[in-house]
Nanobody
Framework: QVQLVESGGGLVQAGGSLRLSCAAS????????MGWFRQAPGKGREGVAC????????YVTDSVKGRFTAARDNAKNTVYLQMNSLGPEDTARYYC??????????????????????WGQGTQVTVSS
């Protein structure tokens, strides 16, 4: 069982930055793949960035590449999403998720929500134009 708590969301003007954090419970954090996902009103849940649980390989989706970066700190059981140059299209509820890492997945490059078993409550990010 893994419990996840996101923080760092809020209201920001276009062009601004936010840093999201996700604190995870449990002593085997490094064995979990971690992902950041977002869901805007009326849209499906989208993978934003995913990090492998063993090699720490990072994937960032094309729509945010060059603006968002993701990182994990296994010593602190925490993952981060640094978001720069935010635009109104980034407005969504952002979720942190964890999935037990195996030889078969989750693969960071797919960043597929269905592969992640544990989810936080999410944190709202609103970007005003």
């Amino acid at each position: 069982q893994v419990q996840l708590v996101e923080s760092g969301g809020g209201l920001v003007q276009a062009g601004g930055s936010l840093r999201l954090s996700c604190a995870a419970s449990g002593r085997t954090f490094s064995n979990y793949a971690m992902g950041w996902f977002r869901q805007a009103p009326g849209k499906g849940r989208e993978g934003v960035a995913c990090i492998g649980g063993r090699d720490g390989r990072i994937y960032v989706t094309d729509s945010v590449k060059g603006r968002f970066t993701a990182a994990r700190d296994n010593a602190k059981n925490t993952v981060y999403l640094q978001m720069n140059s935010l635009g109104p299209e980034d407005t969504a509820r952002y979720y942190c998720a964890a999935g037990p890492q195996s030889d078969y997945g989750p693969l960071p490059e797919t960043c597929e929500p269905a592969e992640y078993d544990y989810w936080g409550q999410g944190t709202q990010v609103t970007v005003s134009s």
